[in-house]
């Protein structure tokens, strides 16, 4: 590795020379595979990695403590990273995860969903950041993709499309550009950069508008499904830059408003789109992470086209979880700006081990409130006791004994909510993580690419004329009632099937090496912590909005029904809820003693939140009611 002195010298440099512009080839759905100079077969399976934060200062054997960040002084800091603390990945954590991949995944996916924070963070006073490292650590993680999916046969030839074996979709982070957090409106200097750094990434004909604000999208698989790249650091509570998403003037406007184009070409071209971003959407009492302006239009876009939004994944917070946008809470008055929300203080960034508990605590709380009979009826569709399309959106037609459990969650399909799934991060502020999603490719034969693209050059003026329009403008268009449910909602193709969760646990791994005396025979895997498909905890037949409602009320639940209790527990304590009523009859006094969870669910989600990495005691206190000894 290179010095650490050296280093800020080396990055005052011109940033490497890399390989030639690499395009990437976009996957021809075929029934036989065909011929492979021109179609690959769909495998249905897709990468998404996240919040990578290659830190080259990274000294083995180095203190993890604040002031060192793992780049001063003595301590335990392993070769694959300092698991568990605020330390940034090694170069030796990166170059193995790549391998990993290339070993394991290389042949076996169809398009990789990269959301963002290649750069480290800027934690450390003696090396501050410069606008040449952040763009040389983000030119070393193109060229780590560049290692595993490019082909070399094709890189300098002149065809830019061809050259990726994948597709693969980038996003902003905030620790992508300098200083931190703070993205102005484009064309700014960041917006040009990137795009050089990603041109072998962003469509050509989408350059221009990438150029102005950072947005994109990838046709994956020709004529039926695009991964859109949003750039969330316009919507960024902490990004002082901007404001908002309600005034014409403000890019996080303009944004929106190009999304609501794509998408409604992407109705109209029958297909269906995933989004992604960096800073995800999460909206609790203790955090927010957008501007209220720009949760309550996105939430209203996803509402609106539901038909043809299959999900959205984003990074940013390294804890594994899911939110449940409610449509329910939106306001047109609020989107529209006539009514100003209430803003919340910028916090930090940064989610410490407390305040991520605090906004799972809550989570779970507002999940406590949704019917607890969706389980019995989930079971009763599962049994194919399914309604007509009119009859499912018909609120008066579901009522039953039980109450209106369906109507609560928006009709039989659940169509009041959505989801947005969050990855947990490379960087081990626990263990190293990603995720590979499965998905439905039933019927999916030949296509043909004669389908016109949208104009690209057409929007971008529109969208200039849009902001000095003095009218109301229209917002986006709701399916049509005739229009069946979208693959978020209903099986069918295109749905998100499974997912497997991948970690590497650095706590074994660090000690198998430094026992071992020669770090050049370290070895390094990730391994699955739980598939969805075999999951006996989770139970989730699908990833359709039905299976997790289910599995957001039954987290929720804190009198869980037995088949949830922790099973070493039953029968030695009262359920959650009989405990959190005794601590308020009989306040005890400080120091009382340990904490318990009693719903397998909940303390199952907060575990893989954070990636396994913390004991069950730790846990049981963290997220549990206190008991009696």
Not at 215 to 239: D, K
Not at 541 to 552: E, F, V
Request: charged share 25%; with cysteine.
């Amino acid at each position: 590795m290179i010095s650490r002195l050296l280093f800020p010298l080396f990055l005052g440099a011109a940033v490497p020379c890399w390989a030639d512009p690499i395009g990437q080839k976009p996957l021809l759905p075929t029934a036989d595979g065909g011929d492979a100079s021109i179609q690959t077969k769909l495998h249905g399976r897709f990468l998404h990695i996240t919040d990578l934060h290659a830190d080259p200062f990274y000294s083995q054997y180095s203190s993890p403590d604040d002031d060192n960040a793992c780049h001063w002084g003595k301590g335990d800091a392993g070769i694959f990273g300092a698991e568990k603390t605020d330390c940034d990945s090694p170069i030796s954590l990166v170059n193995a995860t790549f391998q990993w991949i290339n070993d394991n995944l290389k042949d076996s996916i169809d398009f990789v969903v990269w959301t963002g924070d290649s750069a480290r963070h800027d934690n450390d006073e003696l090396i501050p950041r410069s606008e040449k490292q952040v763009i040389y650590l983000n030119e070393l993680l193109v060229n780590k993709f560049v290692e595993v999916f490019g082909k070399e046969d094709n890189i300098n030839d002149t065809d830019p499309t061809n050259d990726f074996t994948i597709p693969i979709i980038p996003n902003f982070g905030n620790n992508d550009i300098l200083p931190h957090n703070i993205f102005s409106k484009g064309p700014n200097r960041w917006t040009k950069t990137f795009t050089d750094v990603w041109r072998r990434f962003i469509p050509e004909e989408q350059r221009h508008g990438f150029e102005r604000g950072g947005w994109f999208f990838v046709e994956v698989i020709p004529n039926q499904l695009a991964v859109f790249s949003l750039n969330t650091l316009y919507f960024f509570n902490n990004n002082a830059a901007v404001n908002g998403c309600a005034q014409k003037s403000e890019p996080g406007f303009e944004h929106f408003e190009w999304l609501r184009i794509q998408l409604r070409f992407i109705r109209e071209r029958g297909m269906k789109a995933i989004l992604s971003g960096h800073v995800p959407p999460a909206r609790t009492e203790s955090k927010q992470s957008w501007d209220e302006t720009c949760w309550q239009k996105y939430t209203y876009y996803l509402q609106q086209y539901r038909d043809v939004i299959i999900g959205g994944l984003y990074g940013h917070m390294n804890i594994d979880h899911f939110m449940l946008q409610d449509s329910r809470q939106v306001d047109m008055k609020v989107i529209s700006g006539e009514v100003e929300p209430t803003k919340k203080p910028r916090r930090s960034h940064r989610i410490s081990t407390q305040s991520s508990a605090d906004y799972l605590t809550e989570l779970r709380y507002g999940w406590s409130n949704l019917p607890d009979k969706v389980e019995m009826e989930y079971m009763a569709a599962h049994q194919d006791v399914r309604p007509s399309l009119e009859a499912s959106r018909n609120k008066k037609s579901r009522k039953s004994k039980h109450g209106n459990s369906l109507d609560e969650i928006g009709g039989y399909w659940g169509e009041r909510y959505s989801a947005t799934f969050v990855g947990a991060s490379v960087v081990p502020n626990y263990f190293p993580a990603m995720r590979v999603y499965e998905y439905n490719t039933t019927g999916m034969g030949h296509t043909s690419s004669s389908t016109p693209s949208p104009d690209h050059e057409m929007i971008s003026a529109g969208l200039e004329e849009s902001k000095h329009k003095k009218h109301k403008e229209k917002g986006p268009e709701p399916p049509s009632k005739s229009q069946p449910p979208g693959p978020a909602y209903s099986p069918q193709t295109l749905s998100l099937l499974s997912y497997t969760q991948y970690f590497a646990n650095l706590s074994r791994i660090n000690a198998a090496s430094a026992s071992s005396h020669d770090s050049s025979k370290a070895k390094f895997s990730y391994e699955v912590e739980y598939d969805t498909k075999e999951d006996s905890v989770y139970k989730l037949p699908d990833l359709t909005m039905r299976s997790y409602i289910d599995l957001a009320a039954r987290i929720g639940k804190y009198a869980p029904d037995e088949d949830d209790l922790v099973s070493e527990r039953m029968g030695e304590v009262e359920d959650e809820a009989s405990l959190a009523n005794k601590k308020k009859k009989h306040k005890k006094k400080k120091g009382h003693g340990k904490r318990k969870a009693a719903n397998k669910l909940w303390l199952t989600f907060v575990n893989r939140a954070y990636v396994g990495a913390k004991d069950e005691e730790d846990l049981h206190d963290q997220f549990g009611f206190a008991i009696d000894d």
